[in-house]
Protein backbone atom coordinates (compact mmCIF):
# COMPACT_ATOMS: atom_id res chain seq x y z
CA UNK A 1 0.00 0.00 0.00
CA UNK A 2 1.08 3.30 -0.86
CA UNK A 3 0.67 7.16 -1.12
CA UNK A 4 -2.25 8.97 1.32
CA UNK A 5 -3.90 12.16 2.06
CA UNK A 6 -4.34 15.17 4.19
CA UNK A 7 -7.81 16.54 5.32
CA UNK A 8 -7.77 19.86 7.34
CA UNK A 9 -10.76 21.14 9.17
CA UNK A 10 -10.97 24.01 11.57
CA UNK A 11 -11.65 22.78 15.54
CA UNK A 12 -10.86 23.84 19.18
CA UNK A 13 -9.88 27.59 17.60
CA UNK A 14 -7.03 26.33 15.72
CA UNK A 15 -7.44 23.35 13.03
CA UNK A 16 -6.79 19.85 12.80
CA UNK A 17 -4.61 18.14 10.24
CA UNK A 18 -6.05 14.08 9.62
CA UNK A 19 -2.89 12.39 7.41
CA UNK A 20 -3.63 8.48 6.35
CA UNK A 21 -0.91 6.75 4.74
CA UNK A 22 -3.69 4.41 2.53
CA UNK A 23 -6.59 4.87 0.46
CA UNK A 24 -9.31 7.37 0.54
CA UNK A 25 -12.08 4.90 1.16
CA UNK A 26 -15.78 5.43 2.33
CA UNK A 27 -14.54 3.80 5.38
CA UNK A 28 -11.87 6.07 6.33
CA UNK A 29 -13.81 8.77 5.15
CA UNK A 30 -16.47 7.90 8.16
CA UNK A 31 -13.56 7.13 10.29
CA UNK A 32 -12.14 10.39 9.80
CA UNK A 33 -15.57 12.25 9.79
CA UNK A 34 -15.67 10.68 13.41
CA UNK A 35 -12.57 11.78 14.71
CA UNK A 36 -13.42 15.85 13.91
CA UNK A 37 -16.87 15.15 15.36
CA UNK A 38 -15.03 13.93 18.59
CA UNK A 39 -12.54 16.61 18.38
CA UNK A 40 -15.61 19.38 18.02
CA UNK A 41 -17.77 17.85 20.34
CA UNK A 42 -15.13 17.57 23.27
CA UNK A 43 -14.79 21.14 22.15
CA UNK A 44 -18.21 22.13 23.20
CA UNK A 45 -18.25 20.84 26.39
CA UNK A 46 -14.62 22.22 27.42
CA UNK A 47 -14.19 25.40 25.48
CA UNK A 48 -13.69 28.35 27.72
CA UNK A 49 -14.69 30.92 25.11
CA UNK A 50 -18.34 29.30 24.75
CA UNK A 51 -20.70 30.76 27.04
CA UNK A 52 -22.38 27.74 27.15
CA UNK A 53 -20.09 25.13 27.34
CA UNK A 54 -20.05 22.67 30.29
CA UNK A 55 -16.72 24.33 31.49
CA UNK A 56 -18.25 28.31 31.22
CA UNK A 57 -21.49 26.94 33.17
CA UNK A 58 -19.32 25.09 35.72
CA UNK A 59 -17.42 28.43 36.14
CA UNK A 60 -20.37 31.04 35.88
CA UNK A 61 -23.46 29.43 37.00
CA UNK A 62 -22.47 27.28 40.49
CA UNK A 63 -22.70 23.81 38.70
CA UNK A 64 -21.01 21.22 40.56
CA UNK A 65 -19.41 18.45 38.42
CA UNK A 66 -22.33 15.85 38.87
CA UNK A 67 -24.31 18.45 37.12
CA UNK A 68 -22.13 18.77 33.77
CA UNK A 69 -21.04 15.78 30.89
CA UNK A 70 -18.82 13.50 32.57
CA UNK A 71 -15.99 13.84 30.69
CA UNK A 72 -15.82 16.74 33.09
CA UNK A 73 -15.02 15.09 35.92
CA UNK A 74 -12.89 12.38 33.91
CA UNK A 75 -10.69 15.25 32.60
CA UNK A 76 -10.85 17.16 36.61
CA UNK A 77 -9.42 13.91 38.40
CA UNK A 78 -6.71 13.69 35.72
CA UNK A 79 -5.62 17.26 36.38
CA UNK A 80 -5.84 16.80 40.46
CA UNK A 81 -3.28 13.88 39.67
CA UNK A 82 -1.03 15.84 37.00
CA UNK A 83 -0.38 18.65 39.78
CA UNK A 84 0.25 16.36 42.89
CA UNK A 85 2.79 14.28 40.03
CA UNK A 86 4.13 17.49 38.46
CA UNK A 87 4.84 19.12 41.96
CA UNK A 88 1.88 21.98 40.92
CA UNK A 89 4.06 22.85 37.76
CA UNK A 90 0.61 22.45 36.13
CA UNK A 91 -2.48 23.57 37.90
CA UNK A 92 -5.78 23.63 36.20
CA UNK A 93 -7.31 25.95 38.90
CA UNK A 94 -4.69 28.36 39.31
CA UNK A 95 -7.36 31.04 37.14
CA UNK A 96 -9.54 30.08 40.45
CA UNK A 97 -11.88 28.25 38.58
CA UNK A 98 -11.39 24.95 36.99
CA UNK A 99 -9.48 25.59 33.36
CA UNK A 100 -7.97 22.30 32.05
CA UNK A 101 -6.74 24.59 28.31
CA UNK A 102 -3.88 22.78 28.92
CA UNK A 103 -4.92 18.73 29.61
CA UNK A 104 -7.94 18.05 27.20
CA UNK A 105 -7.04 19.21 24.15
CA UNK A 106 -4.08 16.05 24.36
CA UNK A 107 -7.21 14.18 26.03
CA UNK A 108 -9.17 14.87 23.13
CA UNK A 109 -6.66 13.85 20.06
CA UNK A 110 -6.35 10.38 21.98
CA UNK A 111 -9.87 10.04 22.16
CA UNK A 112 -10.72 11.24 18.49
CA UNK A 113 -7.67 8.88 17.07
CA UNK A 114 -9.26 5.85 18.47
CA UNK A 115 -12.08 6.12 14.92
CA UNK A 116 -9.30 4.29 13.39
CA UNK A 117 -8.59 1.87 15.36
CA UNK A 118 -10.67 -0.97 13.24
CA UNK A 119 -8.43 0.05 10.15
CA UNK A 120 -5.29 -0.21 11.53
CA UNK A 121 -6.11 -3.53 13.08
CA UNK A 122 -7.10 -5.22 9.38
CA UNK A 123 -4.62 -3.25 7.49
CA UNK A 124 -7.19 -1.47 5.81
CA UNK A 125 -4.45 1.54 5.88
CA UNK A 126 -0.92 1.43 6.88
CA UNK A 127 -0.91 4.82 9.02
CA UNK A 128 -2.51 7.58 10.68
CA UNK A 129 -1.48 11.15 12.43
CA UNK A 130 -3.93 13.71 13.86
CA UNK A 131 -2.28 17.15 14.17
CA UNK A 132 -4.15 19.64 16.34
CA UNK A 133 -2.62 22.88 16.80
CA UNK A 134 0.65 21.32 16.42
CA UNK A 135 0.45 18.56 18.57
CA UNK A 136 0.44 15.12 16.95
CA UNK A 137 -1.01 11.94 17.74
CA UNK A 138 1.02 9.17 15.44
CA UNK A 139 0.03 5.42 14.20
CA UNK A 140 0.92 2.95 12.35
CA UNK A 141 -0.68 -0.52 11.64
CA UNK A 142 1.14 -3.60 13.08
CA UNK A 143 1.59 -4.97 9.45
CA UNK A 144 3.39 -1.59 8.20
CA UNK A 145 6.90 -0.74 8.44
CA UNK A 146 5.87 3.30 8.15
CA UNK A 147 7.75 5.25 10.38
CA UNK A 148 6.90 9.26 11.16
CA UNK A 149 9.50 11.26 10.86
CA UNK A 150 8.61 14.82 13.03
CA UNK A 151 11.01 18.10 12.56
CA UNK A 152 10.80 20.25 15.87
CA UNK A 153 10.87 23.98 14.73
CA UNK A 154 13.77 26.26 16.89
CA UNK A 155 11.83 28.71 18.75
CA UNK A 156 14.24 31.61 17.08
CA UNK A 157 15.82 30.91 13.99
CA UNK A 158 13.16 30.74 11.54
CA UNK A 159 13.50 27.87 9.22
CA UNK A 160 15.71 26.00 11.51
CA UNK A 161 15.42 22.49 13.30
CA UNK A 162 15.98 22.12 17.02
CA UNK A 163 16.04 18.67 16.61
CA UNK A 164 14.06 15.79 14.61
CA UNK A 165 12.49 12.61 16.14
CA UNK A 166 10.94 9.39 14.56
CA UNK A 167 7.94 7.46 16.40
CA UNK A 168 6.13 4.33 14.91
CA UNK A 169 3.20 4.54 17.36
CA UNK A 170 3.17 7.71 20.16
CA UNK A 171 2.59 11.34 20.24
CA UNK A 172 4.63 14.75 20.17
CA UNK A 173 3.68 17.57 21.82
CA UNK A 174 5.52 21.51 21.72
CA UNK A 175 4.66 23.75 24.50
CA UNK A 176 6.38 27.08 24.47
CA UNK A 177 6.17 30.85 23.89
CA UNK A 178 7.83 31.23 20.52
CA UNK A 179 4.35 30.89 18.63
CA UNK A 180 2.07 32.54 21.19
CA UNK A 181 4.15 34.80 23.22
CA UNK A 182 4.49 35.01 27.33
CA UNK A 183 0.44 33.23 27.50
CA UNK A 184 2.03 30.67 29.50
CA UNK A 185 2.02 30.82 33.52
CA UNK A 186 3.75 28.99 36.35
CA UNK A 187 0.71 28.41 38.74
CA UNK A 188 2.86 28.14 41.82
CA UNK A 189 3.69 32.42 41.05
CA UNK A 190 1.46 33.40 39.06
CA UNK A 191 4.28 34.92 36.72
CA UNK A 192 3.98 34.89 33.42
CA UNK A 193 6.98 33.15 31.68
CA UNK A 194 8.52 35.45 28.94
CA UNK A 195 10.84 33.31 27.88
CA UNK A 196 11.74 32.82 25.33
CA UNK A 197 11.21 29.14 26.37
CA UNK A 198 10.18 25.52 24.06
CA UNK A 199 9.81 22.07 25.50
CA UNK A 200 8.95 18.94 23.32
CA UNK A 201 8.24 15.60 24.59
CA UNK A 202 7.51 12.39 23.01
CA UNK A 203 5.31 9.89 24.90
CA UNK A 204 2.74 6.93 24.07
CA UNK A 205 -0.36 9.14 23.79
CA UNK A 206 -0.90 12.77 23.29
CA UNK A 207 -2.11 13.30 26.86
CA UNK A 208 1.06 12.56 28.19
CA UNK A 209 3.03 14.43 25.82
CA UNK A 210 0.99 17.52 25.63
CA UNK A 211 0.80 17.94 29.60
CA UNK A 212 4.23 17.72 30.29
CA UNK A 213 5.16 19.72 27.59
CA UNK A 214 3.44 22.42 29.60
CA UNK A 215 4.71 21.65 32.78
CA UNK A 216 8.43 21.19 31.39
CA UNK A 217 8.17 24.51 29.40
CA UNK A 218 7.00 25.66 32.91
CA UNK A 219 9.66 24.53 34.64
CA UNK A 220 12.61 25.57 32.16
CA UNK A 221 16.13 25.15 31.28
CA UNK A 222 17.09 24.66 35.05
CA UNK A 223 14.72 22.79 36.89
CA UNK A 224 14.52 18.52 36.01
CA UNK A 225 13.28 17.44 39.03
CA UNK A 226 10.04 16.56 37.50
CA UNK A 227 11.05 14.67 35.32
CA UNK A 228 11.55 10.90 37.80
CA UNK A 229 7.80 11.02 38.02
CA UNK A 230 7.08 12.10 34.18
CA UNK A 231 5.76 8.97 31.55
CA UNK A 232 7.58 10.04 29.05
CA UNK A 233 9.82 8.18 26.07
CA UNK A 234 12.23 11.38 25.89
CA UNK A 235 12.01 15.29 24.87
CA UNK A 236 14.06 18.53 24.99
CA UNK A 237 13.57 21.88 26.84
CA UNK A 238 15.30 24.95 24.44
CA UNK A 239 15.75 28.12 26.67
CA UNK A 240 17.65 31.40 25.87
CA UNK A 241 20.60 29.35 23.69
CA UNK A 242 20.75 26.29 25.95
CA UNK A 243 19.33 23.29 25.21
CA UNK A 244 18.90 19.75 27.63
CA UNK A 245 17.83 16.34 26.49
CA UNK A 246 16.84 13.52 28.16
CA UNK A 247 15.32 10.01 27.66
CA UNK A 248 13.94 7.00 29.86
CA UNK A 249 14.09 9.96 32.30
CA UNK A 250 17.72 10.49 32.32
CA UNK A 251 19.25 13.64 30.81
CA UNK A 252 21.22 12.50 27.90
CA UNK A 253 22.73 15.67 26.84
CA UNK A 254 23.21 19.66 27.48
CA UNK A 255 24.61 21.90 25.23
CA UNK A 256 24.41 25.68 23.73
CA UNK A 257 23.61 27.15 20.61
CA UNK A 258 23.65 24.59 18.76
CA UNK A 259 21.19 23.68 16.06
CA UNK A 260 20.52 19.31 15.57
CA UNK A 261 18.99 18.54 12.57
Given at each position: ??????????????????????????R??????????????????????R???D???????G????????????????????????????????????????????????????????L???????A??????????????????H?????????T?????L????????????????E????????????????????????????????????????????????????????????????????????????H?????
Open positions: MTGGFTVVEPVMGTVASITVIGERTAVERAIAACVARLRDDERVFSTYDDSISRLRDDLELGDVDPRVAEVAADCRDLRERSGGRFDAHWRGWFDPTGYVKGWSTDAATRAFDELADGAIEVGVNVGGDMRLRTAATSEVWRIGIAHPHEGELATVEVVDGAVATSGTSRGAHLVDPRTGVHLAGPVSATIVADDLTTADAWATVAAIAGIDDLDWLPVAPVASGIVWEHGSTRRFAGRVEVSAFDALVG
